[in-house]
């Protein structure tokens, strides 16, 4: 399927998530549309992302803070602040999952938003939601576990496409805060993609002026996508 006659529907403006007294523009592909894990994977490409079943970008009409952004694992060069977390979560057994629609990762899920993003869309949290927005979709998404002697620390929601790993979310224990989950999720996301011959674990969104976001600035060398372009940068 040539990925250029899909059908795209495009929201109205609405306050912006990510900045403060800005209005953002969504386009979403078709929900009609057959998605399978090739067409998503052409999406990704060019900087659309998941959402539950949704797959969407941004199209903000005076604005284009929010990039698209992947590691290329080949040339990625852990910082030292990384390789410390990896030294520090050596006892982390990583575990590939299909499933997390149990309480106990929901337990984990709940907390970790009312700790970490009362403030943000997704409060309250909610089991309905929990599962729309993580579901598994098109015979591609792994949850990846991190746990530390049978006990669960984190979740990394990981979608396989044809050329990388899509970290689609994550959340972890807010009181293990010494052990830096999120970036070891990230770390153990570019370690997978590389053990398949991947080539590109894609991180979403970077946005500058965004604390949440800004993140993703930390792996490098770092792709962004700028005018439907690939470039690598630091």
């Not at 604005?63 to 698209?68: G, N, T, V």
């Not at 997390?100 to 997704?122: K, P, Q, V």
């Not at 002697?149 to 979740?155: A, N, P, S």
Request: glycine share 4%; aromatic share 12%; charged share 25%.
């Amino acid at each position: 399927m040539d990925i250029s006659s899909i059908k795209l529907y495009a929201t109205h403006e609405h306050p912006c998530s990510y900045l403060k007294d800005r209005s953002a523009t969504t386009i979403f592909v078709d929900p009609m549309l057959a998605m399978n894990g090739r067409i998503y994977s052409e999406l990704s490409d060019f900087g659309f992302r998941r959402s539950g079943a949704h797959v969407y970008r941004p199209n903000c009409r005076s604005c284009q803070a929010c990039i698209p952004v992947r590691i290329p694992v080949a040339l990625f060069q852990p910082t030292r602040a990384q390789k410390r977390c990896l030294k520090r979560n050596q006892d982390v057994v990583t575990v590939l999952t299909d499933n997390i629609n149990t309480d106990e990762h929901y337990a984990l899920y709940e907390s970790y938003i009312i700790s970490r993003h009362a403030d943000g869309d997704m409060y309250p949290p909610s089991r309905d939601q929990y599962e729309d927005f993580l579901s598994s979709e098109w015979g591609v998404t792994r949850y990846i576990e991190l746990r530390h002697e049978g006990k669960l620390l984190g979740v990394a929601v990981s979608d396989r496409l044809d050329h990388g790993l899509s970290a689609i979310y994550t959340f972890f224990r807010p009181d293990e805060p010494s052990r830096s989950l999120g970036v070891l999720a990230v770390l153990r996301q570019i370690e997978l993609a590389k053990a398949q011959n991947l080539p590109y674990v894609y991180l979403g969104y970077w946005i500058r002026d965004c604390d949440k976001m800004r993140y993703k600035n930390q792996y490098r060398p770092l792709d962004i996508f700028i005018n439907n372009t690939w470039l690598t940068v630091g």
